[in-house]
């Protein structure tokens, strides 16, 4: 087994790429879709399939704290869920065929295993990230005697 790169942004997570790609081509896919199903159907499932890498984005920024980190990673799970059910709908309605339906539905299990994957490891993303302070901290306290605004007793 080969040592896995590290990830120095979510963008650089194979789950993240995965599902951005799954966006595209249902992006693509829908743009058959009859004029009727706009609002409905070609707007739920492409907001979904959006969704799914948008949580892994913001999962990412929560790293710090494990329980955040895996929220949206479970969050990132629902959507792509949510994407297979309006794929079965799509089917259903006659819209796609059943090997465009077994594709897209491979990559959302895949997606959803990655993430899962993700969830189960969460210690190995998450904690106190690599940090160098580069200026000095902030000052949030000023001594009364040194502000020539407030006035002191003495």
């Not at 120095?8 to 009727?36: A, C, H, N, W």
């Not at 077994?102 to 990559?107: I, P, V, W, Y």
Request: glycine fraction near 4%; charge should be negative.
């Amino acid at each position: 087994m080969s040592a896995l790169k590290h990830a120095g942004s979510f963008r650089d997570l194979i789950v993240y790429q995965k599902s951005r790609q799954l966006q595209r081509e249902i992006k693509d896919l829908t743009m058959s879709f009859p004029r009727d199903e706009m609002f409905s159907l070609t707007d739920q499932i492409r907001r979904s399939s959006r969704s799914i890498g948008a949580n892994i984005a913001e999962s990412w920024a929560k790293r710090r704290y494990e329980k955040h980190f895996i929220s949206k990673l479970t969050d990132a799970d629902g959507e792509q869920m949510e994407t297979q059910h309006w794929i079965e709908t799509a089917l259903e309605s006659g819209y796609i065929d059943q090997k465009t339906s077994a594709s897209l539905m491979e990559k959302c299990l895949e997606i959803g295993r990655m993430l899962n994957g993700m969830m189960d490891k969460a210690d190995l993303f998450c904690g106190e990230p690599p940090r160098s302070m580069r200026e000095e901290p902030a000052e949030y306290f000023v001594d009364a005697h040194d502000d020539p605004f407030i006035e002191t007793d003495h």
